[in-house]
């Protein structure tokens, strides 16, 4: 029995003495959507917020919507099982890609480098927009509930 209580006592001070990650280590918190639609929408809100703290130099909080991005990018290959094989391992190359530029995104923020920032976004912009092609429209729909307009995916 004691055995047992001191188990329990480790475990629970293990938990309350574990290292937090920090918000750069985060990406996402919250809701993570279930859909193709709900996840494609959530990139591209962080996508705008992405680009306006970038266009209001806030180069300190880029580290938090490139990550977001990436770990919502994380996320399509699972809910894309209805593209071809060609296409799903371009969707995992850019998915990796994208990991890639948060990455270098949170050094040139971290490094206060506007011009940098502004460059790296530009390229994952053009992986988003990579991706974006590999669907059609009606795939990426929202409906606002996390669910695709259509069909749960």
Do not use: C
């Not at 938090?64 to 209805?82: C, G, H, M, N, Q």
């Amino acid at each position: 029995m004691k055995t047992k209580w001191f188990i329990i006592a480790v475990f629970i001070a293990g938990i309350a003495l574990a290292p937090s990650l920090n918000a750069s280590e985060k990406g996402l918190s919250g809701k993570v959507p279930n859909t193709l639609g709900g996840i494609w929408h959530n990139i591209v809100e962080k996508q705008k917020e992405l680009g306006d703290i970038i266009k209001d130099k806030k180069l300190d909080k880029v580290h938090e919507a490139a990550f977001a991005i990436r770990d919502l990018a994380k996320l399509l290959p699972d809910k894309s099982k209805d593209l071809s094989a060609d296409n799903q391992k371009k969707l995992k190359s850019w998915v990796d890609g994208i990991a890639d530029s948060a990455k270098r995104l949170d050094k040139f923020g971290d490094g206060d480098d506007q011009a940098n920032t502004e460059k790296e976004a530009k390229k994952l912009d053009t992986l988003l927009k990579s991706i974006e092609k590999l669907y059609t429209p009606e795939a990426l729909k929202y409906d606002g509930k996390g669910t695709h307009s259509d069909q749960s995916l």
